[in-house]
């Protein structure tokens, strides 16, 4: 009987031992194994922070456009925690849909359907814009209404919305708590695991600020110049046109999707429709003259966020480029640039067959292949 007892006991003493000398270690493994069974994350986080982003980024006429708070700065780790909350289901109401769903990486962080499908079916009223780049948004100007002032305020309210992921803040709150993997991701951000929505606001935040896209053929290009109004000696002859297009008076393009950013500074009324159904920013600040105005979003990767507009009418950018150029419609608050002077009448540009393939061919070499496929950007969820 004692062989027996001191096989057995002795073990569990050891254990006893073990639970109450390294307590605090035995919780960091736990931690990290259930990180490694949920998360394909790289033993050391991926740099978010020290982006190359091109001096001429900074040199535009508005050089305060980085919308970074000072109380809210990109961290390796926090922009770590903000990719798993981006890609993670659990953020909707029945575990179907994530930030993702909507902002797909292969498709510039846009969605291919006109529009998107929420937790439990229902279709948003409007197309996911692109997020990439919305570091360079203007405070105040965030959605396609602009509701939301900062990204911060943006981040949440998807995930609030419900049609789209039908969570309140406090049931959002409950659900990260109960995910094994979150204590320890936020430990390394905050130095605790509590979790809360100006947290989970945060790390979103610094995710999506650290979707810049700077490697396109446009942007070798451009560094290769003074200014980009220079043709780019790494440019076709119908790519330079197109530039062309963009930057002068025939095309006109660059005075709404202004700087190398290619980002409006203010909500417009593009021409759509003569009657207008949906307001826009009108519907938000209750005032006729902002009616049917919409933000004017990044034109970068726009090759991979068809389709166009608030509502995903136009499938091609073919089709973008003759709306601008003959059919702009006339309302009562149709931008300024697009009109024919001083009159209502709708501007025409009347450009050449040529002309249009040009402006097609520029508007491609803002496509960032490498942000498309760069890994640190993508699902870190192993079953996805």
């Not at 100007?141 to 990204?151: C, I, K, V």
């Amino acid at each position: 009987m004692k062989k027996y007892f001191l096989i057995i006991v002795f073990p569990l003493f050891l254990l006893i031992a073990c639970e109450e000398l390294n307590s605090s270690e035995e919780e960091e493994i736990i931690s990290t194994i259930n990180l490694s069974e949920y998360l394909d994350l790289p033993s050391s986080t991926y740099n978010y922070t020290d982006i190359d982003i091109p001096d001429f980024f900074n040199l535009q006429p508005n050089t305060e456009q980085d919308n970074t708070p000072n109380d809210n700065q990109i961290t390796d780790q926090g922009a770590t925690l903000g990719r798993v909350l981006f890609y993670d289901k659990v953020l909707s109401a029945n575990n179907t849909i994530s930030c993702s769903s909507c902002h797909l990486q292969e498709a510039g962080f846009s969605d291919p359907e006109r529009f998107s499908i929420g937790f439990e079916g229902g279709l948003t009223g409007r197309n996911s814009m692109g997020i990439s780049n919305a570091r360079y948004y203007q405070n105040g100007h965030f959605f396609w209404d602009e509701r939301a002032e900062t990204l911060e305020e943006q981040v949440l309210m998807p995930i609030q919305d419900e049609i789209e992921m039908g969570l309140s803040l406090s049931e959002l709150v409950s659900k990260v708590e109960g995910q094994l993997y979150y204590p320890v991701l936020f430990e390394q951000v905050y130095g605790d695991d509590e979790v809360t929505p100006d947290r989970i606001s945060e790390a979103l935040a610094q995710f999506v600020r650290s979707i810049v896209s700077y490697q396109s053929k446009y942007d070798v290009g451009r560094a290769q110049v003074n200014d980009p109004n220079q043709d780019f000696p790494n440019y076709s002859d119908i790519e330079n046109l197109g530039k062309d297009v963009f930057f002068s008076g025939r095309g006109d393009c660059s005075r709404c999707h202004t700087s190398d950013l290619f980002v409006g500074d203010e909500a417009r009324n593009n021409g759509l429709d003569d009657v207008l159904t949906d307001l826009g920013l009108g519907a938000i600040t209750g005032r006729a003259n902002d009616n049917g105005k919409f933000k004017v979003g990044s034109l970068r990767n726009i090759e991979l966020t068809a389709p166009y507009m608030h509502y995903g009418r136009f499938k091609t950018l073919e089709e973008v480029v003759n709306h601008y150029d003959s059919g702009v419609q006339a309302s009562a608050t149709l931008d300024n640039r697009l009109r024919q002077g001083n009159s209502n009448n709708p501007r025409r540009l009347n450009l050449s067959n040529q002309e249009k393939v040009a402006l097609v061919a520029f508007m491609k070499t803002l496509t960032d292949t490498e942000l498309a496929n760069d890994e640190k950007f993508s699902s870190p969820f192993k079953d996805n």
